[in-house]
Structure formats: structure tokens, C-alpha cells
């Protein structure tokens, strides 16, 4: 009934927007933490995460069949609505906020004189006609367009080494067990790909442990090498720009390919695009399987009505797109919806399952699930 | 259903390219712009600007290189922002400076200050950040308007005798992002090589030499631009200048060398020439008795370019041993004199010697962070060079 | 307004009774009799007294026997070979009845092995339509078909639009019987099966669905017979007729049925694993079902080289790339970035636009539209006229548009190596040149932005084709490392996996659905 996709796929989606995050914002932006702070607390983040997911593995092993909604409205009944709503808005914002990125990137560093409605209402059709089209498509395409960005990140990468200049990796002077801290909590706020994983495991075959793994691990590598590409060949330089990964495919230099930024912005649209697309076809998900009576049609048009209001809102002020990336990329939210959450529903279907209270609940939740 | 909602998409579409959501500007309608010079005068920026327009010889696309194919364009205004919406003005289409390849500053606004120039190419979109920037005693004005016959553009010259000189050791090329980066440093110090204009060589094969560009030249001469040293900048203004024999020196502390030809002369060896390459330089801060001090290894190899041995001496074959001396004394001589003359008497470190002094003793470098010119005044140096002719050529140094 | 839904919905319940009434119309089969003459009055009622109605009375003693076939169906020598001599030197005498002469027909007689009985007027104008004779004797109320072919047809020849170095160079003829006869020939296995459908209301055009049953999967092959036996259409004439009945739901650019017109691909295919259709009256077959990457195949590759295939491999795919995106892009860069030009190119763009009136885009488009017209105009041209065509068509576009100053010359360029790729991949040009203009477009208005959506819109329209339960994008996506080896490079045959199964490409998805996949 679910499973659609393969553990490759689904690990190139995770990976393509992960890195997408990191390549549009800077890394100082929020707190000022040195660079050296952030590569550590990346890493050790990698381990946090690790820990985090424990109880949401142990609750799927118990599910055969299901999602962590389902098992919600097996555990609590008719309220289980509220968790699957809560995903629901989450993703949505995440989307959202992808969205209001992408615009504000073209508005400032490409089209500065341009009138951006048109730009904004084609990429939020674009992002529906994606989502409409099922997850498989998307896996797919994002699968093509995987190997498409590792080579493009090569380029750049191996163009920038010659710029890397190791002194710039300096020592963190000023409370650095605090900056280290401070940075494991932002690296773990900006992985809303662990909420994305969580809803997206029922429809994936194959071994998700190692998926999981391996989309851990290099993603992790990556935000690590452009973290040290961007402390390392830009210094201080990037606290003051806008886009320090735009900036740093100028600078890049091969002998041939001198113009890299063009590269930089055609590859960026497409990954854009698979973020946003991916988490509004999570909002479709977690909703259809709320309203299982209501046709996919209604679904996906109030979906894009309210991503276009509110992206046009955002938009419009400066403030408001800053609240909105403060507010998805903390940490606590990541820490409630994957862990907290998560585990409080493990501990309730423990709790009845080993009562056995309502067996007729927890095998069947009558609701239907192949609303996909 | 489908129909109706392919008429409404369609409709969309053709509207939007209707109205133009999107500005479409024609090449023909922008100006391409080459290179931007920069002067302060009376509390204002005056700004030239050289554009491309060709002048070209009958066939379509044929640009013809033997013609002056730009323009050059002086706007002013209070801000670098203001004098460019201004440019507009002068000439009929829209000024597009993605394609700029140099800002020239003139020695008025060096001493003004960098932050309006940077803070005004880093915010805009369209300025790319690998834009090569010089510095010119003088007005900025003169290099632009000069006639300089040579390529398509003058500006493009200009750039390929600015890498040339890299590449021979003569100067180093300084792009936007450099000098961007070195502001904001810890040591807060820019280097920038500067550019002068002499006049070419006329037909009869003298040549005439000028200082500096601003004094009389002739009108319709065509000229030839030459390296006339670094300029230092502290905390954003213009310090002082080098010259040019100490700009070798300056390239290999920081580490942009490639190649260059040093002459040795002695009464011992006579006068040889070594072409000296792949230098690598290991810069380490030490400790001692309280004094900060930094070590200085330069390793490089040398090919022999010629030799001219005196009549009356007899040389052994194939020993260079005491070329080589030689040469490391007289490469030790410049690096001491540059370091002298940055370190202790103007203060300014643009080797970056504090960011390694920064990673290799931080609590020295926590505790005495607030005063940085102190430890740069303070800073001791050994310099030691090694150089190893490994290829000789073709002759071999005989009597 | 409310008058206009009122019209609209009593004219769709109209047009439902209107076919529901039309359909109760059906002829109900008509029974031959005993006596001959009912027969032939039924006979000239059924053929409407056809201009090419042929019939010939016979006399054996003291039965009437009479001949029936279309002309120019019928080979007249064969007639003479298979009936005449053999009723000639039987043994009739006056005690013969008509059983005796029916039954030795249709025992004794062996000269013809296409030999049946025919009961209704139906089935004999079927027959006759395919080039029987049929035999009615007076008193019996059957009739014996005899198979005499003998219309014209064209010759095997080489195939015209799959031209291929070393290949065979024989292509499929218009008759449905030798198309079957050539792959035949070329497998002989006894788990190749053909089966015959007869299509179209009106044409009743034999079709033939063929394939592996050892390679084949079931659960597909249902899937086809089914959508076959259910296409509702009067005249079939040609293979593209059914093409859209056996594509997939989503609207898509890419079409999933691909055509061939050699036998020896045909067979290629049905090895691994796909359905094959043949239509009569041309020589295009179908193939069900069909991947993307398929189009970068061509036979010649299996017999060169693999270092040279592999080569040209990726050459198809840089034109493929070529022709759909480079002038798209020039376009866009030209118009919005002129920064991503390096200088050169840039001041030599900048001086031919001095002197033309139109702006990219205009250029662009007039340009391809006129090109689209010469192919069009070259192709249906008559033969001597041809070399005209090509001759204006270079001097028009290529010299005197860029001296009279109406296009630049970069421009031409373009156009000169996006006409050139496009021939590279001949199998999907349909959907290349439209894409070509809409790429025109989208970067004309929208700059590299616009390309970029525009990219990933055709992205997703490609990955989400999957019919038949193979996905069109394998196995690229998802990845098959077996399959792969004959996608980007071709591995030698000594190392390419020999089993490679279509049935192996299909999504996860699928292989929950459908017991009998791999």
C-alpha cells in the first residue's frame, strides 16, 4: 500500500535538501559563531541525531504497516487528528519557507529590477504540478538530478582549493564551549529532513536504517566542506554577504569554466524545486490520511492557495521572512516533532499494546491509508 | 476541462510576456562597461567609466583591433551609487557593469578611504567579486582616457600586462574579493599594485619616460602602461607606496609567486642570471624570551638563463654552489628590506603574520589581540633562502 | 447561462440514445443456403454488385460449381495451379453428386494448404477481401475458401528512416504476412507467439501482437491484448492510429509505444522481454513498452566496437542536450545575463545585434520557424525539386538573412549546430522541436529562471510515465547496475549481462502488484 519508493531515492531527496538549505543562508546569520565552532559542532550534531531517532526506529519496527499518524490514531483515538495536523502545518511552513528563500535569492542576486509575482505564482505551480504527480516521480527526478549536483559540487570544489588558505581556520577565543553548543543546536534545527524522514518511511523499501546512515553521513561531510570552504578562502569576508556560496563560485577558478555562478544558479532552481515539492506532497500526505473522504483534487487546491497568500505576505517584508526562517530552523521544534513526539506515542502504544485494551484498534485503524 | 485549463495558462503566458514582468533589455541597448575609475574631488566621486563601442571595419561582427573600440564616460555625485545612475545620461543606453573587468582607483580616493567603494561593488548583484582592482598616482581619469592601441580594449591590455607582471614577478594581480577579505582581517591591511602611463616608443626609437601621469603629455600619442610598485592601505586608507624593486619580494611572502629572473653580480662569478620558480615559503612564529619572532624558509629552484664568467678566472664546471650563495644573498637583502620597511616603519603587517602567530599561540595572541600595532612593531624576523640550480640550460659554465 | 447548461446537458443525453440506437444496428450473420442461385442473389446483394466482383460458373457433369474472388486479389496462375488442374484430372463421372466433389475438395486436394469452410456471407466477403477464392456448390450449403494470393505489393527494401552501416538491410513491406514471415525467419524458437486481432469497424485491419512467452510478463501482455481489443476506432491504415490507445493515462511529452521499421530490432526487442505489434498495410511496428533511454540506441551499436559505441553514445546524448536547450539558452543568457558570456563571445554578440531590428527572442523563433518550414517543405517536396529546396534554403538563411542585416550571425550558428543534433536522435524529434520553441520562449521571457523551471517541469513529465508497469525512466532511475551497461557505454556482449529483462525495470512499486513479475 505504501511503499513506493527505494532507499537511494529517498536518500537522494533527503541529501538535495539538506544541502540546499546550506547553500542559501549564511552561516553567520542568527548567532555569530566562528567557523572552527561550527565544523565541530556539525560533527558532533551527527551524533545527536543518531541518538534522537532511536525512538522513532523502535516505534516503526513495532508498525508494519503504517505511519507514525496512523500509529497516533491508533494510540489516542479521534485526537490523533491533531499530530497528523501538526506534520501537516509543519511541512507546509517548511515549504513555505523554501520558497521565500528561493524568491528572495532571485530578487537580490539575479533579477534586481524585476517584479517577482509572476517568478513566485510559476514556481508554486511548478512545485504543485510535483507534487500532484506522486512521489515517484519525484524520487525519480531527484535521483537524475543527484548525480547532475556531485559532479557540479566537484567542480566547484576542486576549482576552490586553490584559494584555501588554512590560517583562516583560527582558534575560537571567546567561550568556546558555549559557541559549540550553540551550534549543535542550530545544525540540529536546520535538519528538518529528520521530520520529512519520519513521514516519508512508510514509502520506502529497502534498508532505512542504512539509508538513514548514509544520508546522515554525507550530508554531514558536505555542510562540513562547505563550511571549511567558506571560513577558509572567504575569512571574514562572508559574515558580510548575503550569499556566501554564490559569492564563492565567482571566485572559483578552473582553467576552462570561468563562469561558475551561472552553473551555481541553474543547478539551485532544480534543487529549490525538489525541496518544496517533497514537503508539500508530506502536508498532502499527513492531511489525506486525516480526511480520507475528501479528493485529492480539493486537497492540493487549498494547499496552493494557502502557499501563495502566505508567501506573498512573507515576502513583502523583510521581518517576517526572518521570523519565519527563526522560527522552522530552531531546534526545539525539530526536538519535539522528532524526538519528544515521537517518543511519547512509542511509550502509549507500549503501554496499550501490552495492555491489550483495545485490540481491535491497534489492528485495524479504519482509516483508510491508500488515499495516495 | 483540460482544454479550459490550457486557455487560461496560455492567456497567462502570453500576457506575461506582454507586459513585461521581466525587464528585457537588448544588447544593443547596454553599454557594456570595461573598466570603472574612481576619483575624489571637492567632496564628491567623480567617476569614469570606459565602454565598449566598436568601431568597426565594414564586415558585421569584425571589430577592428587597430581602432580605439571604447568610450569613456565621467559622471559625479556625492556617493560611487549616485555618479553611476547618473551615467545613464550621457549616452543612450543602460550602463551594464557585469562584464567590468578593473576599477582603477585614483590616489584621491585611495586616501579618502576604501569602505564607499567596497560597500557599494559588494551589495550590488551585478558587479561580480573577481573584478581586478589597481591604484594610480594620480587621477584615475588619465589611465582611462589614454589611447592605448593595443587589443580590443584598453582595459583588456591593461589586464593581460597586470598578469604578465604576475607572472614574471613583477607585480601580483589583487582581485575585488581581496582586498574585500584583507579589510575586514585582523590586521586590517590591504595591498593593491599600482599602474602608471608612460609614452610609447615613437618611430625614431627613443624613448621618453614620464613619473608621473599627471604632468604634461601629449595629445594623441599613444601610451603603454607600466608597474610602478604596491600601494598599502590601513584601515582603509592609503598608507604609503613601495616601489617598484621591492615588489619581488612582497610576491613571494605572499606566497603569489611564480617566476621570476634574478641577476647576481660579483667579482668573483661575474654576473649570471638565475630564473628562479617554484618557491615555497614556510612562515613560522617562535617564541623567545618573551619577544615574538617570525622564521622565514624560502626553498625555490633556479634555471640558469646565462653567465657571463670574467676573462681572467678559472671556474670549475658544473658548481654553482657559489651562484647560489650569491642569489640568496640578494634575495635575503630584499625580503629584509620589505619586511623593514612594512613592519617597523609603517607599521602595517599585510603578510598576515598575526593570523599564524593567531592559530600557533592563542593565549599570547588573547591577551595582547587589543593591541595589535604593538606586536607588529615589536616583531622580529629571520629570513633564510635556499635556492637549488637544478637546470643549467644548455651551456654549462666553463672558462 | 442557465439556458446554455440546459442545451448542453439534453444534447449529451441525446447523442447517448442516438449510439445506443445505432448499436442495436448490427447485422446478424447471414446463412448460405443449398441452392446456388439464393446464394449468388445473396452474394451480388452483399457485394452491392462491386465493379471488381469476380464470379465463374462452372459445369462438372451435372453440377453447377461456381467460382468467386475480387480482382487483383487473385493470382490467376496460382487459380489455374491450385483448382483447374486438379479438378481437370480428377475422376468425375456422371454419378458424381455434390458431396462427392465437396468432399474432394476438401480431402483430396492437396495442392492448396490454406484450405477452410465458410457458412456465412460474412465470412466470405471477409475472405475474399484477403484474397481467397471461394467454391459454392449447388446443393451444399457451405463454401470452400482457397488461399490464392496474389496482389502486388512492394518489395523488401531497405528501411528509410533507420539507416544503419552494418545491420541488415531489409525493412518490413506493407503485407502483414511477410512482416510476420521475416521475424520468424530470424527466431526460431518455439516460444515466439503470435497472435492476430482484427481492428478498426470499418478497415477490420489485421493486426499482429507478438512476443517470447519464456521472457514475456502475463500480467503486460493481458494488459495490451486488452486495450487492443478495445480500441474504438473505423479505419486503421497505419500503426500510429493505435499508438494513442496504448500509451498511459498522464498527458506526456515522450511517447512510451516506440516504432521500428527493421525486423532485426523487432526481434532485439521481443527478447527482452516487450510485445511487439504489427499492423497491416505498413512497415512501422510498435513496441510495448518502450524506455527514454532507448532512443539512444540504435542496432548498429551491438555490431561496432564498444569504445566506439560507447562514444557515440554520449555524443547522442550531449545533442540531445544540445538541441533541446542551446538555443533556449543563448537566448536567455543573450537577454537577461549577458554576464555569463565570456568577453569575446560577448563584444562579437553585442556588435551583430547593433545592426538587427528584432531582439533575441524574434530572431530566435523566425529563425526556427523558417528552418521547421524547409524541413517540412524538403520533405514533401517531389524528388527533383529537392535539391532547390536545400540549395535556397542555405543561401536564404544562411548569407543573405545575415548581409541584409535581419538576423545576426551568431544566430545562424546556432541554428546551424541545434538542425545538425537534432538529426543525431531521429526517433524523438516530434517532441524536440516543440520543446525547442517552448525553450525558446520560457528563456526569452524569463531568463535562465524561466529555463530552469521550465527543465524541471519536463523532468517531471518524463519520471512520471510508467505503463505497463515499467518505468520510463529506468534504469536511470530507478537504478539497475545490470541494465546499466548498456545505457551510457556498452559493455562488450562477452560481459553484458545476457539476460537482461525488461520485466527487471520495473518501480518498486510494481513488483507488489502482479505475481508473475520477475
Redesign the interface.
Known sequence: MF????G??LFTMLYISRVFSSLTYNIHTGSKLDGLAILIGSLISLFVQILIVIPIFKLYDRIKNGNIITAGYNCFGKNGIIIAWIYAIYAILVGINTIVQAMFF?D????????S???VL??IG?VL??AV??V??????S???GVFFVVAFLFIFTGLLSSVDM?????I?DSPIKQIGVSIFDNLGRNTELVAFILLYPYT?GNKKKTFMSYLILSTITIQIIVFLITTV????S???VFPFY?LT??SYTSIF??L??LH??L???LA?IKATMYVFIAYSCISISLPKVKKGYIFSVIFIAISISVYWIQSSLDAIRYLQGFINSGFIVLILVFILPFIIYIVYIFKKENSVDKKNIVNTGYSIDAI | MIKKILLILGTLLMLSSLTGCLKTINLSDRAIVQAIGIDYDEDKYKLSIQIFSPEGSGGQTAIDTSKQNSKVITTEGKTIGEAMSKADLKQGKKIFYGHNRLIILGESSAKKGLENVISFFNTDAQSKSDVGMLVVKGDANEILNAKITQGILPAETIEKIVRNAEDTGQSFQVRFYDVAKNYKSTTNSVSIPVIKLEDAEDNSGEKKEEESASSEKSEGDSKVISMDGISVFLDGRLKTYIDQENTRAIQILLQKFKSSVVVSESDSIGTSSVEIFKSQIKINPRIKNGDMSVDIIVKTDGIVKEIVVPEDREVPVFEYKDIEDSLEDVIKDEIDNVLYLTLKENNIDIFNFMDRIKQKYPSYWKDNRDDIGNIISNLGYNVKIDVNIDRTGLQIKDK | MLKYIKSKISAIKNSNVEDIQQEEVFETPVNLRSSLKDNMILLREKFDNSGDFLSRELKIYNNTINVIGIEGMINFTMLSDLLMGPLMSADFSEKTTPEDIYSYLETKMITSMDLTDVYTTDDIFTFSMSGFIIILIDGIAKGVCLGAQGFNFRSISEPSSEVNIRGSREGFTEPLRINMTMVRRRIKSPKLKFELFNVGSKSKTSVCMMYMTDTVSKKMVREIRHKIRHIDIDVVLESGYIQPFLEGKPFSIFSEVGTTERPDTVCAKINEGRVAILVDGTPFALIVPYLFSENFQSFDDYCHRPYYTSFMRIIKYISFAFTILLPGLYVAIGSFHPELFPHSILFNIATSQEATPFPLVIEALLIHFIYEVMREAGLRLPRPVGHAVSIVGALVIGDAAVTAGLIGAPMVMVVAVTAISSFVVPSIYEPVSILRFGFIIVGGTFGLYGIGIAVAALLINICSLSEYGVVYTAPISPFSLKAMKDVFVRFSWKKMNKNVNIKNLTGVDMQNSGGENS
Open positions: 511503499a513506493k519508493i527505494s537511494a531515492q532571485l537580490n542576486a539575479v533579477y534586481t529590477n524585476a517584479n509575482s509572476i517568478l510559476m514556481f511548478l504540478y510535483g504527480s506522486g515517484e516521480s519525484i524520487s525519480r527526478v535521483a537524475i538530478f590560517y583562516n581556520l583560527s582558534p577565543f523499501k572567504l575569512a571574514n569576508y559574515g558580510s554577504l559569492t565567482t571566485i570561468q563562469r555562478d551561472s544558479m541553474a539551485w532552481i532544480v524545486f
